[in-house]
């Protein structure tokens, strides 16, 4: 705190430069209280001249009253020359121009004290009733100026008063005394009286002064803290604010490079370092790996690898002790100096990247100033590194999934393929023998055969369906969206199912809107769409009932697509899982016996895959509505969201 501000050595003009907007403010102020002072001392030649003017009405007799008139037109006269000066004074007052303002009121001061000492040898030198004003001004000076000023002018008051009434007792300079209803003081007459009313005045101005000084030196100091802690707030402030934007921007990613870069790049920012880096934990266990880095350090650190065995300082951290050399050149421990003083860093920090008790990496920071890095930069690079963590591991798990995904679904695919070939052949093998074309067979036999025929026939499906699944998840990255004319494709899908519904005595309308617009995707996967939602209701729905096909443009630009029924309906119990593979619902089973339990599921990843929404509203025995809402122009990104509704009319959210 002394470091910033010496309050024995400094005044209010003296505010540290990096204090801005308080010391502005501060140093405003006191340059109105300046100008204040022009203002009151208007007032003085009027009291001087009607004082002058009344003290025979009042009985009292002034040696010398023209010159107190023209000390009336002195003060003035000053008072005139420092209201055009006031003007020259800047309106927003800087370090830099703070002696213009100390001047200005040195200025003031000593005028004032020159008019003062006049006053006081022609109204009676020590026994004047005006030497006690010389206080008033003590107190400004002791506000506006330094203290050593303050004390100088006390000093000044001191040697004046004792001058004035020395010269005057020796005779020196003529005694005008003040005659008060025919009675002159006759102190001079008396030593002694001159020596003690000289020490009670000295008292009072040096008392003045020093209790002035005093309180203005704690107030300074009060200052100085209370600016200090805007300060470190107002840093506080900006860091969690910095912080809060790095968490907004890392949260929105999954892609591990895009989290680290993002967060390197913003820690260096919000800590304003030149450099900072990101070392994870590698496969092996043993060593550490420079993922990320910022700055100037990144010629020095890209790529490199850490074996823990070699570094005690990669030990120390990775324990969770945070690290901190104030300078690299002094340290011994500490590798890589060389090189990063060839890059102009001088102090470095580290902290453990933990999360969940789990120290899966190191973050650095790096600075050119020695000693750069206090506690406070330690605790809070800790915070930082907490949040980066809780993102990198996050991303780590997401990579983790989307490669455990992408083995599934190369599973898939093999376990398909290779079941696809046997299984046809087992079917065509059965229609063979249930056309007796090797033979005839009894009634028993074709039942049993037939049984079996239907079930390689839903193991066909099943395979089929699965190879759909997976060239689902993986449409967007290997095919190139086009503009697709939904108009034309849902009228093909709804010809292709026309034939079935009439056999199944089921009334299929279809309603598209005039102006429905195209959209951005993949035409094969929105036809597969269309016809799993479509099939699902011919499937579901009793001899005798309908199923409604509507498409039509929907808020912010969408396209909805619904396909509702009045069949069996879905229970309330099922919704949760209703698009998950493999699942059907009990009455799903009863009403149909065959069945994969994928189609929703392929669905559902391709809604997703289109950056659309899928949204199910159903009450078991009075049927089902799957509305599908697309974005006309692909974003690119995937929407999870999928809202099921038991019954009621709650209108789906449109928002893509």
């Given at each position: 705190?002394?470091?910033?501000?010496?309050?024995?050595?400094?005044?209010?003009?003296?505010?540290?430069?990096?204090?801005?907007?308080?010391?502005?403010?501060?140093?405003?102020?006191?340059?109105?209280?300046s100008?204040?002072?022009?203002?009151?001392?208007?007032?003085?030649?009027?009291?001087?001249?009607?004082?002058t003017f009344?003290?025979?009405?009042?009985?009292?007799?002034?040696?010398?009253?023209?010159?107190?008139?023209?000390?009336?037109?002195?003060?003035l006269?000053?008072?005139?020359?420092?209201?055009?000066?006031?003007?020259?004074?800047?309106?927003?007052?800087?370090?830099?121009?703070?002696?213009?303002?100390r001047?200005?009121?040195r200025?003031?001061?000593?005028?004032?004290?020159?008019?003062?000492?006049?006053?006081?040898?022609?109204?009676?030198?020590?026994?004047?009733?005006?030497?006690?004003?010389?206080?008033?001004?003590?107190?400004?000076?002791?506000?506006?100026?330094?203290?050593?000023?303050?004390?100088?002018?006390?000093?000044?008051?001191?040697?004046g008063?004792?001058?004035?009434?020395?010269?005057?007792?020796?005779?020196?300079?003529?005694?005008?005394?003040?005659?008060?209803?025919?009675?002159?003081?006759?102190?001079?007459?008396?030593?002694?009286?001159?020596?003690?009313?000289?020490?009670?005045?000295?008292?009072?101005?040096?008392?003045?002064?020093?209790?002035?000084?005093?309180?203005?030196?704690?107030?300074?100091?009060?200052?100085?803290?209370?600016?200090?802690?805007?300060?470190?707030?107002?840093?506080?402030?900006?860091?969690?604010?910095?912080?809060?934007?790095?968490?907004?921007?890392?949260?929105?990613?999954?892609?591990?490079?895009?989290?680290?870069?993002?967060?390197?790049?913003?820690?260096?920012?919000?800590?304003?370092?030149?450099?900072?880096?990101?070392?994870?934990?590698?496969?092996?266990?043993?060593?550490?790996?420079?993922?990320?880095?910022?700055?100037?350090?990144?010629?020095?650190?890209?790529?490199?690898?850490?074996e823990?065995s070699?570094?005690?300082?990669?030990?120390?951290v990775?324990?969770?002790?945070?690290?901190?050399?104030?300078?690299?050149v002094?340290?011994?421990?500490?590798?890589?100096?060389?090189?990063?003083?060839?890059?102009?860093?001088?102090?470095?920090?580290?902290?453990?990247?933990?999360v969940?008790?789990?120290?899966?990496?190191?973050?650095?920071?790096?600075?050119?100033?020695?000693?750069?890095?206090?506690?406070?930069?330690?605790?809070?690079?800790?915070?930082?590194?907490?949040?980066?963590?809780?993102?990198?591991?996050?991303?780590?798990?997401?990579?983790?999934?989307?490669?455990?995904?992408?083995?599934r679904?190369?599973?898939?695919?093999?376990?398909?393929?290779?079941?696809?070939?046997?299984?046809?052949?087992?079917?065509?093998?059965?229609?063979?023998?249930?056309?007796?074309?090797?033979?005839?067979?009894?009634?028993?036999?074709?039942?049993?055969?037939?049984?079996?025929?239907?079930?390689?026939?839903?193991?066909?499906?099943?395979?089929?369906?699965?190879?759909?699944?997976?060239?689902?998840?993986?449409?967007?990255?290997?095919?190139?969206?086009?503009?697709?004319?939904?108009?034309?494709?849902?009228?093909?899908?709804?010809?292709?199912?026309?034939?079935e519904?009439?056999?199944?005595?089921?009334?299929?309308?279809?309603?598209?809107?005039?102006?429905?617009?195209?959209?951005?995707?993949?035409?094969?996967?929105?036809?597969?769409?269309?016809?799993?939602l479509?099939?699902?209701?011919?499937?579901?729905?009793?001899?005798?009932?309908?199923?409604?096909?509507?498409?039509?443009?929907?808020?912010g630009?969408?396209?909805?697509?619904?396909?509702?029924?009045?069949?069996?309906?879905?229970?309330?119990?099922?919704?949760?899982?209703?698009?998950?593979?493999?699942?059907?619902?009990?009455?799903?089973?009863?009403?149909?016996?065959?069945?994969?339990?994928?189609?929703?599921?392929?669905v559902?990843?391709?809604?997703?895959?289109?950056?659309?929404?899928?949204?199910?509203?159903?009450?078991?025995?009075?049927?089902?509505?799957?509305?599908?809402?697309?974005?006309?122009?692909?974003?690119?990104?995937?929407?999870?969201?999928?809202?099921?509704?038991?019954?009621?009319?709650?209108?789906?959210?449109?928002?893509?």
């Open positions: 705190m002394d470091a910033l501000f010496d309050s024995t050595e400094r005044g209010l003009f003296d505010l540290p430069e990096d204090w801005q907007r308080g010391r502005r403010i501060i140093l405003g102020e006191l340059r109105d209280r100008i204040w002072f022009i203002k009151l001392r208007w007032f003085v030649p009027i009291g001087i001249a009607v004082g009344i003290s025979p009405y009042l009985g009292i007799d002034l040696a010398s009253p023209g010159v107190l008139y023209g000390v009336a037109l002195l003060v006269f000053y008072n005139a020359l420092f209201y055009r000066w006031r003007h020259r004074l800047p309106v927003v007052v800087t370090s830099k121009q703070r002696q213009a303002i001047s200005f009121t200025w003031q001061v000593s005028c004032d004290y020159a008019a003062m000492f006049l006053l006081i040898h022609f109204t009676g030198g020590i026994t004047s009733p005006l030497i006690f004003f010389f206080i008033f001004h003590i107190i400004f000076a002791s506000i506006l100026l330094r203290p050593r000023s303050s004390y100088g002018f006390a000093a000044l008051v001191i040697l008063v004792s001058f004035i009434a020395l010269a005057e007792n020796q005779g020196w300079m003529t005694h005008h005394p003040v005659v008060v209803d025919g009675h002159a003081s006759t102190i001079y007459e008396h030593p002694v009286r001159i020596f003690i009313q000289l020490c009670f005045f000295s008292a009072s101005v040096l008392i003045t002064a020093a209790s002035t000084t005093v309180i203005m030196t704690m107030l300074r100091r009060r200052i100085n803290t209370l600016v200090d802690l805007s300060r470190m707030i107002d840093s506080l402030n900006r860091r969690l604010s910095g912080l809060f934007s790095m968490v907004q921007a890392i949260g929105r990613e999954r892609d591990l490079d895009r989290v680290l870069s993002i967060t390197t790049a913003e820690l260096a920012k919000i800590g304003e370092v030149m450099g900072t880096s990101i070392k994870l934990m590698a496969d092996d266990g043993v060593s550490l790996a420079v993922k990320a880095t910022h700055g100037e350090v990144t010629r020095v650190l890209e790529g490199m690898r850490i823990l070699r570094s005690p300082v990669s030990q120390r990775m324990n969770g002790e945070p690290f901190v050399v104030g300078d690299i002094d340290s011994k421990n500490f590798q890589l100096a060389d090189r990063l003083r060839g890059v102009g860093v001088n102090s470095v920090l580290f902290v453990p990247l933990t969940e008790g789990r120290n899966i990496g190191i973050l650095g920071a790096y600075c050119s100033k020695s000693d750069r890095f206090s506690e406070d930069d330690v605790q809070f690079y800790r915070l930082a590194a907490a949040l980066a963590a809780i993102a990198i591991d996050n991303a780590l798990a997401y990579e983790a999934i989307e490669r455990l995904g992408k083995e679904s190369f599973f898939m695919m093999r376990v398909a393929h290779n079941l696809r070939a046997p299984i046809a052949a087992m079917t065509s093998m059965l229609d063979v023998v249930l056309n007796e074309y090797i033979g005839p067979l009894n009634n028993d036999q074709k039942e049993q055969l037939a049984r079996m025929r239907r079930r390689a026939s839903g193991m066909v499906t099943m395979v089929n369906e699965l190879l759909l699944l997976t060239e689902s998840e993986k449409a967007v990255r290997e095919r190139a969206f086009t503009l697709v004319n939904l108009t034309d494709l849902i009228g093909r899908v709804y010809r292709t199912f026309m034939d519904a009439v056999e199944r005595k089921t009334a299929l309308k279809l309603t598209i809107d005039d102006d429905l617009p195209a959209v951005e995707g993949d035409p094969d996967a929105l036809s597969q769409l269309l016809e799993n479509i099939s699902n209701a011919l499937k579901y729905t009793p001899v005798g009932g309908s199923i409604k096909v509507e498409a039509y443009p929907s808020n630009g969408s396209v909805r697509i619904q396909v509702s029924d009045n069949g069996i309906g879905i229970p309330k119990d099922a919704l949760p899982n209703l698009f998950n593979e493999f699942y059907r619902a009990d009455n799903a089973r009863r009403h149909e016996a065959t069945g994969t339990g994928l189609g929703l599921a392929i559902q990843r391709i809604v997703q895959r289109h950056g659309g929404q899928i949204h199910v509203e159903s009450e078991e025995g009075l049927g089902s509505l799957f509305a599908v809402t697309l974005p006309r122009k692909f974003q690119g990104g995937m929407n999870d969201q999928v809202n099921s509704e038991n019954g009621g009319n709650q209108e789906p959210d449109d928002a893509t």
